[in-house]
């Protein structure tokens, strides 16, 4: 069994694939990570016509943590029906994930696309064995510059009149 194995690692724990291939075509693979520079709104620009498609099969579209980044506009004027839109706020990234393997699990979904902080190795093994399993397709749209935006929380308030954003600091 040894001579089978050759230098692989023995445990299947680490065997870990790579998540973050961003390479690859979206609608080939049920959860993509895309890292964003722009809050998610260009890569939800792309997404749209995609999303009006999916929003007419009956099933939700699942939008998890969404910045104000004007996606009700977008959406309305791509032709997504906003009935089918199913907005999901939480606390912190542990919940974050939590919904978003249940929205792509739950069979209720179309599309789950979620806004989150850069994900590390473990949340990334997570959402690979969550693909398995996937019945939606489904986004990660990775915020770069969230350290930017939690260092502007901690300033004090003449600080951030003056720093640029691309959109308001909440």
């Known amino acids: 069994m040894n001579k089978l194995l050759g230098n692989a690692p023995r445990h299947p724990g680490l065997w870990l694939d790579n998540v973050r291939n961003t390479d690859n075509n979206w609608q080939s693979t049920p959860i993509t990570c895309i890292p964003t520079q722009t809050q998610g709104r260009h890569e939800l620009t792309q997404l749209c016509s995609q999303l009006a498609q999916l929003s007419q099969q009956g099933r939700w579209v699942v939008l998890i943590n969404p910045p104000s980044i004007g ?3 977008l959406l309305t004027s791509a032709g997504v029906r906003m009935d089918r839109i199913l907005l999901v706020h939480t606390k912190d990234a542990v919940e974050t994930l939590w919904a978003m ?3 792509l699990t739950s069979g209720t979904s179309s599309a789950v696309i979620t806004w989150t902080s850069p994900l590390d190795a473990r949340d990334g093994r997570r959402l690979q064995l969550v693909a398995k399993s996937a019945r939606a397709m489904g986004i990660v ?3 770069v ?4 935006l939690c260092d502007a929380r901690n300033l004090p308030h003449e600080h951030i009149k003056h720093t640029l954003f691309g959109s308001a600091v909440h």
């Open 101 to 103: 393997e249940k929205a």
């Open 141 to 143: 749209l990775e915020e």
């Open 71 to 73: 996606y009700k506009p």
């Open 145 to 148: 510059n969230s350290h930017l």
